[in-house]
């Protein structure tokens, strides 16, 4: 099993819609979770942090389920400019140092008009 | 207040030449990370460093690369004897405290076309 796993998409979808999409982990002792975005040719930029609670931002609502290790982003009211890839971010993995940080493929999210 | 700057944006080099990435961190910030990105794949881990100090090297290939972050001046990504295979986007990030911690800032990364 991939340590981060995302669907790739694309996600089509029309402006004003909503759209949710998932993203697995395999590492059942991680703590920290992170959904960056991409546009492309760019660089990721972090997006928000996912709690334990599950948090919202703006249209954005990120949640967190343990049992499934799993999180979710959910776009609400989308705009031509939400389109770009999200990176789903665990730690735990081969990422890096004591953080370990590991990203996902991403998801590639097309809104259109 | 500058964000991460890597240089050169774009690089080409012919097989078998040496390819040196820079990449400043933002201000304060004393982790410095080092990706590879593919076309259509995801960011891999390659160093993590602060000054002076290499802490993780495992996502590095044994051959033919090397990091470094000097007490002053930007961290160093340095390819020898490119391949063709080393073609990708490389980018760097900083965090003021650790990821967990404290988000990572990214560069625009730097392009590299082997010939």
């Known amino acids: 099993r991939k340590e981060v796993e995302q669907d790739p998409g694309p996600f089509n979808v029309p402006e004003g819609a909503t759209v949710a999409f998932n993203c697995t982990y395999s590492n059942s002792a991680s703590q920290s979770f992170f959904w960056y975005r991409q546009d492309c040719r760019k660089e990721p930029k972090l997006l928000m942090s996912?709690?334990?609670s599950g948090n919202e931002d703006g249209r954005f609502t990120a949640q967190l389920n343990r049992a499934s290790q799993y999180i979710s982003l959910l776009i609400r009211d989308s705009k031509l400019s939400d389109s770009a890839t999200y990176l789903c971010?665990?730690?735990?993995?081969?990422?890096?140092?004591?953080?370990?940080?590991?990203f996902g493929k991403g998801t590639h999210l097309i809104i259109q008009p | 207040n500058a964000g991460v700057m890597q240089n050169p944006r774009h690089l080409v080099r012919r097989r078998g030449q040496e390819a040196r990435l820079r990449c400043s961190p933002m201000k304060g910030h004393s982790h410095v990370y080092w990706y590879r990105q593919l076309p259509e794949e995801g960011l891999k881990f390659m160093v993590y460093?602060?000054?002076?100090?290499?802490?993780?090297e495992s996502g590095m290939p044994k051959e033919r690369f090397s990091a470094e972050f000097p007490k002053e001046g930007p961290s160093i990504l340095r390819i020898q004897q490119v391949v063709r295979g080393d073609s990708a986007a490389y980018f760097c990030?900083?965090?003021?405290?650790?990821?967990?911690?404290?988000?990572?800032?990214f560069g625009n990364g730097t392009r590299l076309t082997v010939t």
């Open positions: 990030a900083s965090s003021l405290s650790g990821a967990l911690n404290s988000p990572l800032h």
């Open positions: 971010v665990v730690n735990g993995g081969s990422g890096g140092g004591a953080d370990g940080l590991t």
């Open positions: 996912v709690y334990s």
């Open positions: 460093l602060q000054k002076e100090n290499i802490i993780d």
